[in-house]
Nanobody, 126 residues
């Protein structure tokens, strides 16, 4: 059974940085498109970033473009989200997700992804 486990969340001041990790356990990692989503209290789940199976293609939400970078390490079966210039509006539970295919039709649509992690809390204070 495939599992996704996030780590790296925490409390940080405005302007600070965090790097989230999403480790995949189970079947081989190399053929899955993956993404990060986030959900703030009282708000809908929101797309953050997408990466295709090879790492050669990525998509970002406008709200994080230029500040966040998604990447993956095939050898470590791990995906990352480097978050810089954090602002209080970035406060949320961040979850990683994996599709069972190499890419997806609409990266921002949660229904494209079949496997989800439990999430890691990111809190940005001013």
């Amino acid at each position: 059974q495939v599992q996704l486990v996030e780590s790296g969340g925490g409390l940080v001041q405005t302007g600070g940085s965090l790097r989230l990790s999403c480790a995949k356990f189970g079947r081989a990692f190399s053929s899955n498109a993956m993404a990060w989503f986030r959900q703030a209290p009282g708000k809908e789940r929101e797309f953050v970033a997408f990466i295709n199976w090879s790492g050669g293609s990525s998509v970002y939400a406008d709200s994080v473009k230029g500040r966040f970078t998604i990447s993956r390490d095939m050898a470590k079966n791990t995906m990352y989200l480097q978050m810089n210039s954090l602002i209080p509006e970035d406060t949320a539970v961040y979850s990683c997700a994996a599709a069972t295919r190499r890419t997806v039709f609409l990266a921002a649509r949660a229904g494209e992804y079949d496997i989800w992690g439990r999430g890691t809390q990111v809190t940005v204070v001013s």
